[in-house]
């Protein structure tokens, strides 16, 4: 499966975006699919997953303001990022597996990353 992110771009603090990840070659509600992001220097982070049954699981520090949905019809992914913070500022990646996990070390397919900035 082919995955391409999109939607990023810069918001003030509060502000939200809306981020999708198309996915090409299969079906992409047969995987796991993730969001997870990176900030220059650090470890990339799980965000949000959307298991194979449609179920949403969600890092911390994301919990409540983030909400990620499928979307089967157009075989893609979206995550709607409210109440954003300057914390949240990174690349954003989505991501698919054929485990039922959040695990990054289990995703073996991404796409290619969008950045989103906020300010403050």
């Known amino acids: 499966v082919q995955l391409q992110a999109s939607g990023g771009g810069s918001v003030q603090a509060g502000g939200s975006l809306r981020l999708s990840c198309a996915a090409s070659g299969d079906a992409f509600s047969a995987y796991s699919r993730g969001w997870f992001r990176q900030v220059s220097g650090m470890e990339r982070e799980f965000v949000a997953a959307l298991s194979r049954s449609g179920s949403p699981a969600y890092g911390h520090s994301v919990q409540g303001r983030f909400t990620i949905s499928g979307d089967d019809a157009k075989n893609a992914i979206h995550l709607q990022m409210n109440s954003l913070s300057p914390e949240d500022a990174a690349v954003y990646y989505c991501?698919?597996?054929?485990?039922?996990?959040?695990?990054?070390?289990?995703?073996?397919?991404w796409g290619q990353g969008t950045l989103v900035t906020v300010s403050s």
């Open positions: 991501a698919a597996t054929k485990a039922n996990t959040v695990s990054l070390a289990a995703y073996n397919y």
